[in-house]
């Protein structure tokens, strides 16, 4: 019998699963930035004592990564380019391109 997982503890899994988005982004030459906001809704969207935090990699593909590709290929972000994701009743990622110092601005539910 498990223990049911609290919503700190999903919020440290949130972390760390985070920190795979950011070194497949880096690896691209774009900085990513994420308020602290982002982990913690991240981990209420997540939470589940049922399921645990099986529904965490849904939603993290769901309010992150797809919305953050979208943006990066709309945008044509490349190396030197920056992400900024932050939470305000809904994920909002502002795309910098440092080049042509450009801000784009998305909003995602």
Do not use: C, W
């Not at 982004?25 to 913690?40: A, F, P």
């Not at 943006?71 to 909002?92: C, F, P, T, W």
């Not at 080049?99 to 539910?109: E, H």
Request: hydrophobic share 40%.
């Amino acid at each position: 019998v498990f223990r049911p997982i609290t919503p700190k503890v999903l919020e440290s899994i949130v972390l760390k699963e985070m920190a795979l988005i950011f070194n497949r982004v880096k690896e691209r030459g774009v900085t990513l930035t994420v308020d602290t906001s982002v982990y913690t809704q991240l981990a209420i969207d997540a939470f589940d004592p049922l399921y645990g935090a099986r529904p965490l990699r849904r939603v993290i593909q769901t309010k992150i990564l797809t919305p953050l590709a979208e943006a990066m290929l709309r945008e044509n972000v490349g190396e030197d380019g920056v992400v900024h994701i932050s939470y305000n009743k809904e994920y909002q990622f502002k795309v910098k391109k440092k080049k042509a110092n450009q801000t784009i601005s998305q909003g995602v539910r």
